[in-house]
């Protein structure tokens, strides 16, 4: 089983219904809930959130070609709500204004809007700050509060407008919390599931979940045909909230490793351990994340993390959603910045260590888990496009892009921490833009580089440095698949560099 950041690589990567360019629950036959948690008719609910409390949120998105890194995709648009929260600011999904170009802010019972912009974005954990550009465009409004814990079987109401701007609910009953993928690869947080009759309505790809007037969680993923929702939860919202208060922001930390049960008797004995102690035994753990600084190694037994003892399922009991994975424990319980204690069983013998947490953000692995409103990387020379492989691109290829994708990329992205433990970047021929430079060439790609002009190559500031000193007025370029080395006229390149831009219209030959 994978912790944190080292998650099986084949969970869910597809998005549900409300999930899509324009996500919204799929029409239902039955109506929506009359009531709310109280018991009060729809209409009370509408005169609570009066005042503002939820407004529309349109975003005018454009992502980044990674095919074509030079360029953008068409932009798409997207339609949702956001809750007002004290601050003066709005909560929304991160999806719903990631890679955004225009954000605008609109009062449903009113039609005022403003324009806005991103305070704080956490692509991990799919939640964003929207703040507006006039400073008095929520002044007038009421603030839901984010102060409040829920439990398995409370009812809670799942707001959305009608298109006059009056406020509907639907009520929905919490079924389960359990840790469960969000957006993103490899990121897993606290889920509520709940039981909900949806109705479609528009500006639903985020809504707020509420109890009362209290922000309880919002929506993820909605499946129409078993009417089940998943809910970003109420502690990492909270979590979210809090860090958010301090700049610069320091995401959500992670330990860094992986792990697996200890049910088997043989090996629990081989262990010396008890019948009444849990742990888990560690698989691996990724060079320079928080577990390995200290000093956790492979074969170590955890026995408890933050004073929190772990059954042999890496469990633990929390007291308000009973058993857990030590997932929640670690990432939304606990702080970047924070040192938790951790006892585990060596060889034998127990230790305690304390593990200072803190968030790897996505660059400093050798291929980016995402690279969501950052541009691609890339340098062109004579030609021949080479870039910087990432997560993002392999996303290139749709939602079986693990199987679609070139599989030695594939490959290098699931085990890079084993095949790439020192800091570094993979740089690879992405593909070949024919010209006078390239004549004799066929159309290569997805050959990963090694060296240039003797030097070895990392990143592609090694690249652009390399070939400031051809050899013999040529370039060579070594790749670890055939051919494997392959020349360029160092000198034509240069000649032909101002007509290859332009043939091709490329903005600019290289970007880092």
Known sequence: MKFLLSCNLLALLALS??????????????????????GAPKEQLATELKGGSVLRVNSTNQSYDFFRPWSKKAPFNRRGLGAVIDGGEVLVTAELVWDSNFIELEKPETGERSSAKVAVIDYETNLALLKPTSQDFLKDLQPLDTDTQVRVGDHLSVVQLEANGTPVSTEALLTSAEVGHYVLDDYSYLLFKMSCPLQYRDNSFTLPIVQSRHLIS??????????????????????????????????????????????????RHYEKLSDSEGGIYVDDVEPNAPAAQADIQTGDILLSIAGKAIDPDGDYDDELYGRLSITHLITT??????????????????????????????????IDPYMIGRPPRYLILGGLVF????????????????????????????????????????????????????????????????????????????????????????????????????YLDAAQVEQNAAQLQKTYSLPGLRRF
Do not use: C
């Open 17 to 38: 219904a409300l999930a899509a360019e324009t996500p919204s629950p799929t029409p239902q036959a039955t109506p929506a809930m009359e009531t709310h948690p109280s």
């Open 218 to 267: 919002m929506l993820l993923r909605y499946d129409p045909r078993s009417q089940t929702i998943e809910a970003i939860s109420t502690p990492v919202i909270q979590h979210f909230l809090k860090e958010a208060e301090h700049q610069p922001y320091q995401g959500f930390p992670s330990f860094g490793l992986s792990f697996s049960p200890t049910r088997d008797p043989q090996f």
């Open 333 to 366: 319980l606990s702080y970047s910045g924070q040192k938790v204690p951790v006892t585990l069983l060596r060889h034998g013998e127990r230790k305690e260590v304390d593990v200072s947490l803190f968030n790897r953000p996505p660059q400093d692995y050798a």
């Open 387 to 486: 870039e910087e492989l990432s997560r993002q691109y392999l996303r290139e290829w749709g939602p079986a892009w693990q199987k679609e994708a070139p599989q030695r990329f594939v490959y290098f992205d699931h085990y890079q921490a084993d095949l790439f433990p020192k800091p570094r970047k993979i740089v690879f021929l992405s593909q070949i833009l024919p010209n006078n430079d390239t004549i004799g060439y066929p159309q290569l790609n997805y050959m990963a580089v090694e060296r240039v002009n003797g030097q070895p190559i990392y990143r592609l500031e090694d690249l652009a440095k390399a070939i400031e000193k051809p050899i013999n007025g040529f370039h060579k370029i070594e790749f670890d698949l055939d051919p494997k080395v392959i």
